[in-house]
């Protein structure tokens, strides 16, 4: 069963079976961002490590970097960011993910929060 | 000014939160930089609607007095003795080199000279005028009265409803009458490159105006966020960003501000460069720059020639809803600065293509009657 995991830094995975996982921003990161404006992917095929520097989001007001949740290759981007960066706005944990990452290495998982342990992080942030 | 500093509010502080507003330090206020709609609607509702704005921030005074014109002229380029009553005018406060100390409005009334300065200079500038004219216009500042501006294609037709003797009033302009029964001083200009009205009221009567003009069905709150990408739309300057104390008004692009009679006449703080740049040219120029591709360039982006030279920097940039997409606007050379030049825009250490484009990026639409 698919289910996402929380980095303190706002990103999600969707964790489940297979070894391919999406990765995009929360809900509470889009909301905090304002309206997107661009996204820039990584490049496929690129190996990325956990925490490295992955893709930029910009909004009306700034710029800001997304980090990976996990060490992993990059398999896939979400072309449609670039036409409507706006759905990072509308489906941030849907058609608004940035990117698919390969990885073979399940137990980084574990460090991640899921749903319940985010919400309750973010509630801390006030 | 240090990090523990209280934040100065506005009289609409408890308005903004009660709207749902994020609020941001800027120029030691609390302000609301967006509204619960968001910059990018917030923008767009002003561009299509009426927006309506606080800047309460800013720094209203009158300079008192039959001298106040012929004073003012000592400190800025602007024509200030040509001003015929209720018109009011862009200029520029300059230093001894021909830097940009502030930009304001100022407006002949029978009393005097209204000035209206930026919120980060306020003090400053009183301060320097008090020093520099003293007794001869007596400055009174007015720390009493609030500014709100409402700006867009609709202003003009909420303005009517309410403000009976705002009818037929051309851009920039300044009139007083009531606004729904409030006594307040409204000038038809604004920083959006819309047809508006900035209005000056006393503090005491801010909120109730404010609530009056948000029940009118075609306006609604903006912030500074919005205000932002607004004015870089309409290629006006933002202070300290944009201008400062290095910038000429000439390499500013400023030179309309600047009237035939004080070009040649000089009698203000740096006329000798800005006489010299006016015969020669300046060396560098305030120009609008397109990137190519969706990438906004914030400020400080360097600018590049083809050969990936350093030219120039961005001054201002972002995305620009109305434009729908990045702009930019910020200084190159003068051999550079010809609309259609191709640059390079340095983003995240890539360099990005871009052209030298005229200003505005989005047509002015003020009303000239």
């Given at each position: 069963m698919a289910e996402l995991r929380f980095t303190k830094d706002h990103e999600w995975i969707r964790v489940g079976d297979g070894d391919v996982y999406e990765i995009g921003i929360s809900d509470y990161a889009q909301g905090q961002l304002g309206d997107v404006v661009f996204v820039e992917l990584p490049e496929i095929g690129k190996k990325i490590a956990k925490g490295g520097q992955a893709a930029v989001v910009e909004s009306v007001k700034a710029a800001s970097d997304v980090y990976s949740p996990v060490a992993g290759e990059v398999v896939a981007i979400n072309d449609a960011l670039t036409g409507d960066p706006g759905l990072v706005n509308k489906e941030p944990t849907g058609a608004g993910w940035f990117f698919k990452l390969k990885t073979g290495d399940t137990a980084q998982f574990a460090e991640l929060m899921d749903q319940g342990a985010y919400d309750a992080y973010v509630k801390g942030l006030g | 000014m240090s990090d523990d500093t209280p934040l100065k509010t506005t009289p609409l502080d408890a308005l903004h939160r009660a709207l749902g507003a994020k609020m941001v330090p800027f120029a030691g206020y609390a302000m609301p930089v967006q509204y619960p709609m968001g910059i990018l609607n917030?923008?767009?509702?002003?561009?299509?609607?009426?927006?309506?704005?606080?800047?309460?921030?800013?720094?209203?005074?009158?300079?008192?007095?039959?001298?106040?014109?012929?004073?003012?002229?000592t400190m800025v380029p602007g024509d200030q003795l040509a001003l015929k009553e209720g018109a009011t005018r862009y200029t520029q406060l300059t230093n001894d080199e021909g830097g940009i100390l502030d930009d304001l409005m100022a407006t002949k009334r029978a009393d005097g000279l209204y000035l209206v300065v930026n919120a980060a200079c306020k003090d400053a500038d009183f301060a320097r005028i008090e020093a520099k004219i003293g007794a001869r216009a007596p400055l009174r500042r007015l720390d009493d009265r609030a500014l709100l501006a409402l700006q867009g294609p609709q202003a003009a037709a909420v303005m009517a409803r309410l403000a009976p003797d705002s009818v037929g009033q051309k851009f920039m302009t300044l009139r007083e009458g009531t606004i729904g029964g409030i006594a307040c001083l409204f000038t038809r200009s604004g920083y959006t490159g819309e047809d508006g009205y900035e209005i000056s009221v006393p503090a005491a009567e801010a909120e109730k105006l404010a609530k009056l003009l948000l029940a009118e069905p075609e306006v609604k709150p903006i912030g500074l966020g919005a205000r932002d990408s607004l004015r870089l739309e309409a290629g006006l300057c933002l202070y300290g960003h944009d201008i400062d104390t290095t910038t000429s008004p000439i390499e500013a692009d400023l030179v309309w501000s600047i009237s035939k009679r004080r070009r040649a006449e000089g009698g203000?703080?740096?006329?000798?460069?800005?006489?010299?740049?006016?015969?020669?040219?300046p060396a560098r120029k305030r120009v609008g720059i397109l990137p190519e591709g969706r990438a906004p360039a914030r400020e400080g982006t360097e600018v590049v020639d083809a050969a990936g030279a350093k030219i120039g920097v961005v001054t201002s940039g972002g995305f620009g809803p109305t434009a729908n997409g990045p702009i930019c606007m910020g200084y190159v050379p003068a051999a550079f600065a010809a609309p259609g030049t191709p640059?390079?825009?340095?983003?995240?250490?890539?360099?990005?293509?871009?052209?030298?484009?005229?200003m505005p990026f989005v047509p002015h639409r003020y009303f000239r009657g």
């Open positions: - | 917030e923008h767009l509702h002003a561009r299509a609607a009426a927006g309506l704005f606080d800047v309460s921030h800013m720094g209203q005074a009158i300079l008192a007095g039959a001298e106040a014109a012929a004073a003012l002229e203000f703080p740096g006329a000798a460069r800005v006489q010299r740049e006016l015969a020669q040219g640059v390079g825009l340095v983003v995240r250490g890539k360099t990005l293509p871009a052209k030298i484009a005229g």
